[in-house]
């Protein structure tokens, strides 16, 4: 399983990502560490496009959103999650569409994204950053001993790394 | 001590359910709530002190009323959190004597564990019909 998600998440990925979907007015910054580019090319017909709907609908809203004073979401983490939802499409979609579709994308009251993928005993949750990083809360209860590990701030190949585990592990 | 505040720790039985509500964000593809839903509000620190109501002392409907009518509500079972290790205490106000508060909470994992036991009881109104 780690090999196999292992093949889809590392390699050449040096080629350019036509430019956001998502309307990205803050100021231009970078994610803490490199991130995997897409090719460019038309959006397939699947939950991609829903997703980003959704991601336009969560730039949209203001402060307080959730009526307990959240901040409204970043420009940068809005970019970093549209780039991170074409990039599992994209790489694990055809494969495994359903489980590649993720469970839930919403905002977080820190300005952040957080995407979550998998359900019992497999399950992720990315968050993107205000300040562009990406953390992650994995949750694997497959043996006897559960494994949760909480990662604050990780590299774009490690949480790639852990949804393709989760992704192969529930499609199985 | 009030004779509302009477109601100690022990007097919530395993069996009492209690109510939490739920923005219409933190709702799952698979109809389960994210642990997003524990956290601190205006943060994404797990709450150490969560609100929710008891709900032999209150209503779903009196307990959705009390906030934005975009919400939805979660319900847990007293014994399922004791088991996990948090405690369910008495914290009634002047506005809401059914309030109680689940104390313990401190990683994301704690979070998930209870966003895991929660029950939908009212899917929010945008999403009723999903």
């Known amino acids: ?172 | 001590m009030n004779k509302e505040q009477e109601i100690d720790v022990d007097q919530i039985s395993d069996d009492d359910l209690l109510y939490r509500r739920f923005h219409p964000i933190s709702l799952r593809r698979d109809g389960s709530i994210t642990y997003a839903a524990y956290m601190r509000p205006k943060t994404t620190i797990p709450d150490p002190e969560i609100s929710v109501n008891l709900a032999i002392k209150t209503t779903p409907e009196e307990t959705l009323a009390a906030a934005s009518p975009i919400f939805g509500l979660g319900m847990l079972k007293v014994g399922d959190i004791r088991r996990m290790g948090f405690t369910v205490r008495y914290s009634p106000s002047r506005g809401n004597k059914a309030h109680c508060i689940i104390e313990g909470a401190k990683t994301e994992k704690d979070c998930h564990l209870l966003a895991e036991i929660t029950q939908v009881h009212t899917f929010p109104p945008s999403r009723s019909n999903t």
């Open chain 1, 1 to 172: 399983m780690l090999a196999f998600a292992n093949s889809y998440t590392s390699g050449a990925l040096n080629t350019q990502f036509s430019g956001s979907v998502v309307a990205t007015a803050g100021p231009k910054t970078h994610a803490a560490t490199p991130k995997p580019t897409l090719t460019s090319g038309t959006l397939p017909e699947s939950w991609i496009q829903r997703a980003l709907d959704q991601l336009d609908d969560i730039a949209k809203l203001g402060p307080d959103w959730d009526s307990y004073g959240a901040d409204p979401p970043s420009s940068l983490a809005i970019t970093i999650a549209s780039e991170l939802l074409l990039i599992v499409n994209q790489k694990f979609g055809k494969l495994a569409y359903e489980e590649s579709q993720p469970q839930i994308v919403a905002p977080r009251p820190d300005g952040g994204i957080q995407i979550e993928w998998g359900t019992r005993p497999v399950e992720i949750a990315v968050h993107a950053n205000p300040s562009g990083s990406l953390g992650y809360l994995y949750i694997n209860r497959q043996g006897d001993i559960s494994e949760y590990k909480e990662v604050s701030s990780a590299s774009w190949s490690e949480v790639l790394q852990l949804i393709a585990k989760v992704v192969f592990t529930v499609s199985r």
